[in-house]
């Protein structure tokens, strides 16, 4: 009987520690679900940013401002008749 209730202690025993600290224990589930959360706010970010992507194509597409607007900015084109100061520091 000491040897079944000794047997029964020590399975007890293991099986605690491998639900504490195993695979697939209390602690790895911890890990995951901070890991879920990191994942999730990089999601929402990423999604903001191609909402933005998005609209800035949608504008590009469709409107002839945007084009004129980036034109001059990135490549200081002007329209015929105007005249560009650039001022240098």
């Known amino acids: 009987m000491k040897v079944l209730?000794?047997?029964?202690v020590a399975i007890l025993l293991v099986l605690q520690f491998n639900l504490w600290t195993g695979e697939g224990s209390f602690a790895q589930?911890?890990?995951l679900e901070a890991q879920l959360e990191m994942q999730?706010?990089?999601?929402?970010i990423l999604a903001a940013r191609n909402q933005e992507l998005e609209s800035e194509v949608?504008?590009?597409k469709t409107g002839l401002d945007a084009v004129e607007e980036r034109a001059r900015s990135e490549f200081g084109m002007v329209k015929k008749d105007e005249t560009l100061y650039l001022i240098v520091e």
Not at 5 to 8: D, N
Not at 40 to 44: F, I, L, Y
């Open 29 to 31: 589930l911890r890990d």
């Open 58 to 60: 949608l504008d590009l």
């Open 40 to 44: 999730r706010e990089e999601n929402v």
């Open 5 to 8: 209730l000794a047997t029964l």
